[in-house]
């Protein structure tokens, strides 16, 4: 944990080892979901919860995030995308649990 003036930096690493049971999710989100500020919030939040991964608009038009860390973080963020930030509107989505990897230092929007 690192303090600087009003904010509190913590690393990912140090967090998830406090953890027990981590996970894995592939969650697609489908709806009004691209250019609403989808990706951008959908990697704030995860940076928030303390999960890993990425996330990227689909051809389909539906929003696909793969999303790794501890398991109550995890159904966090996919509680949040069942809602997604002001100005979307999802209609479902569709989870799937893979096998935790470990593969990833940050989330991140990717193309």
Same mark, same amino acid.
């Given at each position: /944990?690192?303090? %600087? &003036?009003?904010? +509190?930096?913590? !690393?990912?690493?140090? =967090?998830?080892?406090? %953890?027990? /049971? /981590?996970? #894995?999710?592939?969650?697609?989100?489908? &709806?009004?979901? %691209?250019?609403?500020? =989808? #990706?951008f919030n959908t990697m #704030?939040?995860?940076?928030e919860f303390g999960i @890993?991964? $990425? +996330?990227? !608009?689909?051809?389909?038009? #539906?929003?696909?995030?793969?999303?790794?860390?501890?398991?109550?973080? +995890?159904?966090? /963020?996919?509680?949040?995308?069942?809602? &997604?930030?002001? &100005?979307? =509107? +999802?209609?479902? @989505?569709?989870? @799937? $649990?893979?096998?935790?990897?470990?593969? =990833?230092?940050?989330? %991140?929007?990717?193309?």
């Open positions: /944990m690192i303090e %600087q &003036g009003m904010y +509190v930096y913590y !690393n990912i690493k140090d =967090f998830r080892s406090t %953890q027990k /049971m /981590m996970v #894995r999710a592939h969650i697609l989100v489908n &709806g009004i979901v %691209q250019g609403v500020f =989808f #990706r #704030r939040k995860a940076t @890993t991964g $990425w +996330v990227k !608009n689909r051809r389909d038009g #539906r929003v696909e995030v793969l999303c790794e860390g501890p398991e109550d973080n +995890v159904k966090l /963020m996919i509680n949040w995308c069942t809602k &997604g930030p002001e &100005g979307s =509107f +999802v209609s479902s @989505t569709e989870i @799937t $649990w893979e096998e935790y990897a470990g593969e =990833f230092e940050t989330f %991140q929007i990717t193309y």
